[in-house]
């Protein structure tokens, strides 16, 4: 397998993300707003990755529908992703998978508060080259509790991935805006 990747730049590589959102109900727009307090409390100790999959992750997942049919969880999965040209392997284990099977359809890279979300993003997009055989697009989500990136990777040819920007928990509505784009990309699979 070969590890290299572009990244694109063009915002119509990415355009998910920003395009075609729902709005969110006032119910979700509540419990968004529970898990925000909830994690501010809990962030003043250091808050490490357990904490954040149970108190911000999952909620978030169960607001944008992906615990209902057709998605399936798989939690640690093993990864092995080995480079031709250079004979390296790559061993690791996917914090969490959300899948359509066959198809995966969300890598998750879960990072304690105190990490920066670069780490993550790098090893989801290992995790996602290990994605043998998809035609279709996958996309990654890396998380750290405040913070969280997006990413959308194609394999057709050489790799391609872009970014979102950095959403915030700190910042107005990002935390609605993680659910909306979760939301796409739960309705985008639904009707492939």
């Given at each position: 397998?070969?590890?290299?990747?572009?990244?694109?730049t063009?915002k119509?590589?990415?355009?998910?993300?920003?395009h075609d959102?729902?709005?969110?109900s006032d119910?979700e727009k509540?419990?968004?707003?529970?898990?925000?307090?909830?994690?501010?409390?809990?962030?003043?100790y250091?808050i490490?990755?357990?904490v954040v999959?149970?108190?911000v992750l999952?909620?978030?997942?169960?607001?944008a529908?992906?615990?209902?049919?057709?998605f399936?969880i798989?939690?640690?999965q093993?990864?092995?992703i080995s480079?031709?040209d250079e004979?390296?392997?790559i061993?690791g284990r996917i914090?969490?998978l959300?899948?359509?099977p066959?198809?995966?359809v969300l890598?998750?890279?879960?990072?304690?508060?105190?990490?920066s979300?670069e780490v993550?993003?790098?090893?989801a997009l290992?995790?996602?080259?290990?994605n043998?055989?998809?035609?279709k697009?996958t996309?990654?989500?890396?998380?750290?509790?405040?913070?969280?990136?997006?990413?959308?990777?194609?394999?057709q040819?050489?790799?391609?991935?872009a970014?979102s920007?950095?959403l915030?928990?700190?910042r107005?509505?990002?935390?609605h805006?993680?659910?909306?784009v979760?939301k796409?990309?739960?309705?985008?699979?639904?009707?492939?």
């Amino acid at each position: 397998m070969n590890l290299a990747y572009n990244l694109q730049t063009t915002k119509i590589f990415f355009s998910e993300w920003q395009h075609d959102l729902s709005e969110l109900s006032d119910l979700e727009k509540q419990s968004l707003n529970e898990v925000k307090t909830e994690y501010l409390h809990l962030s003043k100790y250091p808050i490490l990755e357990p904490v954040v999959k149970m108190v911000v992750l999952s909620p978030l997942l169960r607001l944008a529908d992906f615990y209902q049919p057709p998605f399936y969880i798989a939690s640690e999965q093993e990864v092995k992703i080995s480079s031709e040209d250079e004979g390296t392997i790559i061993r690791g284990r996917i914090n969490i998978l959300v899948f359509h099977p066959p198809f995966w359809v969300l890598v998750i890279e879960v990072k304690r508060a105190d990490y920066s979300l670069e780490v993550g993003i790098t090893q989801a997009l290992a995790y996602m080259l290990a994605n043998a055989g998809n035609d279709k697009p996958t996309y990654g989500f890396v998380i750290n509790g405040r913070e969280f990136q997006f990413i959308k990777l194609t394999k057709q040819g050489t790799p391609r991935y872009a970014l979102s920007y950095t959403l915030s928990l700190n910042r107005g509505d990002d935390l609605h805006s993680v659910v909306k784009v979760l939301k796409r990309i739960a309705h985008l699979i639904r009707n492939s």
